[in-house]
């Protein structure tokens, strides 16, 4: 059997905007270091298994699943959840917006790793097909809705002009 590391790491991160300073194991995952450490209940663990896309938050403006990440592994990046996306009191984000707008939700347990996600997918092509939506939602799991409103919202913004 081989040694399994409880050493603590220092890992220093950016938090919606604040800079954060933790003593984490080797083997804790982000998810955990962003729920249990920090708080930040708004991203969810639903599977465990990097399937369900609860999970998605931004390193360094790229969407991720923090269950596939190691904490330590996050040293030094910036990150972005559900809660930095609009401040408290401020207008919504365009995609939590249009999700508002077009009922794209209904138990909300993937909406916010299904905002995060279409936040990339935006970026990344501010005009999507139907295809391409489903395509670049693909790594989310919604069980409520059958994705038909989630994928009008995401169309109605890209009409808009994406972000």
């Known amino acids: 059997m081989t040694d399994i590391d409880c050493r603590l790491h220092a890992v ?8 954060k300073r933790l003593e984490v194991e080797a083997r804790k995952l982000l998810v955990h270091l962003i729920r ?4 930040l209940t708004g991203t969810h663990v639903g599977c465990d298994t990097s399937q369900c896309g609860a999970c998605t938050v931004e390193i360094d403006g790229h969407a991720v699943k923090s269950c ?5 592994i996050a040293d030094g990046a910036s990150i ?3 809660e930095g996306v609009s401040q408290s009191g401020a207008a919504l984000d365009p995609v939590q917006a ?3 707008e077009h009922h794209a939700l209904q138990c909300g347990f993937c909406t916010p ?3 995060m996600s279409v936040r990339e997918l935006l970026k990344t092509n501010p005009h999507p097909t139907e295809d ?3 395509h670049g939602l693909a790594g989310n799991i919604c069980r409520c809705t059958g994705y038909h409103n989630i994928v ?12």
């Open 113 to 115: 790793g299904m905002v």
């Open 68 to 72: 596939t990440v190691l904490a330590v």
């Open 98 to 100: 249009v999700f508002h």
């Open 36 to 39: 249990d450490d920090l708080g």
């Open 80 to 82: 972005t959840t559900i």
């Open 132 to 134: 391409e939506i489903r």
């Open 12 to 19: 220093t991160i950016e938090i919606n905007g604040a800079r």
């Open 152 to 163: 009008r919202a995401v169309e109605a913004l890209a009409s808009k002009g994406g972000e």
